[in-house]
C-alpha cells in the first residue's frame, strides 16, 4: 500500500478500530498486487485450501456459495473456476477490495464466470435474491466483536437453503470469556477477546447461532497454516 495518507474505503469506514480492513487501495496499490498482503497474503495456499476442505464436505459445481469477507477473492478465484457459471456471490465491507477481487477474476480469466460481488459492511446478503447451499467465511470472524459475528450469522441464516451449511474459520479459545491472550500453533499468531485478531470458544460461536436458528458443531482443525479452526452453522 502507498504510505501516505492512509485513505479510508467508504464502505468499510465504520471498521476502523475494529480490524485494518478500513483502508482503501487505490488503482495502483491493486495494479501492483498490495491486497494480496492486505487480506493475509499466503495467496495460492490458503485459497486452494478453501476449494479442498469445501470440496470433502460435499460442494460440486451446481451448488450455489456464498463468500462473506471475500476479501480479493482468494479463495474465490478457486471456487469461480470450480463452480458452474453464475454459481458465486461474495460479499465484503471493503469496495476496494471487491474492486481488486475484479481485478484478479479478469487476470486469471475468470471474469465472464458470472461472479457476484457486492461491498458491504452489515451483512447484507439478502441482496443476491439467492438461497444459498453452502457459506463460507474463511478468516473473517478472527476480525470481528460478538456483535458483528452475530450480525453476519443472522443475516447468512435467512439466505441459506433449509439443507445448507455455513462454514467458519475462528481462533479457539479453551473457555468463554478467555481474557488471556492466546499464541496458537502452527503460526504464532497471539490471539485476544477484546481486540483483533480475536478468539473465541466453541461454546460462544454455538450460542451465537442458537440465538438466530443455527445448529453449530466443532469440525475444528482442518490443516489451516496459522492453527484457525473450523465450525459449521446449519438450520435448526
Ligand atoms: C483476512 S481477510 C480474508 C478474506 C478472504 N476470506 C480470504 O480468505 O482471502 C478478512 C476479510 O474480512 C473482511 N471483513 C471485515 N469485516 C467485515 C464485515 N463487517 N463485512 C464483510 N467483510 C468484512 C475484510 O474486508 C477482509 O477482506
Redesign the pocket.
Known amino acids: 500500500m502507498s504510505d501516505t495518507p492512509e485513505r479510508v474505503?467508504p464502505s468499510?469506514a465504520?471498521?476502523q478500530g475494529?480490524?485494518p480492513?478500513?483502508r482503501a487501495l487505490d488503482a495502483d496499490d491493486i495494479r501492483r498486487g498490495h491486497h494480496r498482503g492486505?487480506?493475509?497474503a499466503m495467496?495460492d495456499d490458503?485459497?486452494a485450501l478453501?476449494l479442498a476442505f469445501m470440496r470433502r464436505e460435499g460442494l460440486q459445481p451446481f451448488h450455489r456459495l456464498l463468500?462473506?469477507?471475500?476479501?480479493?477473492?482468494?479463495?474465490?478465484l478457486h471456487f469461480v473456476r470450480y463452480l458452474d457459471k453464475g454459481r458465486y456471490c461474495g460479499?465484503?465491507?471493503?469496495a476496494s477490495?471487491v474492486e481488486a477481487g475484479h481485478h484478479e477474476l479478469a487476470l486469471a480469466g475468470l471474469d465472464q464466470r458470472g461472479a457476484r460481488l457486492a461491498a458491504?459492511?452489515?451483512?447484507d446478503v439478502g441482496r443476491f435474491g439467492v438461497e444459498f447451499d453452502y457459506a463460507?467465511?474463511?478468516?473473517?470472524v478472527?476480525?470481528?466483536f460478538t456483535d458483528?459475528i452475530q450480525?453476519?450469522l443472522k443475516r447468512v441464516r435467512h439466505a441459506l437453503a433449509q439443507n445448507g451449511t455455513f462454514y467458519v474459520t475462528f481462533f479457539e479459545a479453551p473457555d468463554t470469556a478467555h481474557l488471556d491472550p492466546i499464541t496458537h500453533a502452527p503460526g504464532e499468531i497471539t490471539t485476544s477477546y477484546t481486540q483483533d485478531p480475536f478468539h473465541q470458544s466453541f461454546e460462544e460461536l454455538r450460542t451465537l447461532g442458537e440465538r438466530v436458528g443455527l445448529r453449530a458443531r466443532l469440525i475444528g482443525d482442518f490443516g489451516h497454516p496459522r492453527g484457525q479452526r473450523m465450525a459449521a452453522f446449519s438450520p435448526l
Do not use: E, P
Open positions: 474505503d468499510a465504520t471498521m475494529v480490524n480492513y478500513w492486505m487480506i493475509g495467496w490458503m485459497g478453501q463468500d462473506v469477507g471475500c476479501g480479493s477473492l482468494r479463495g474465490g460479499i465484503d465491507a471493503n477490495l458491504d459492511v452489515n451483512f463460507i467465511a474463511f478468516s473473517v478472527t476480525h470481528l458483528h450480525a453476519c
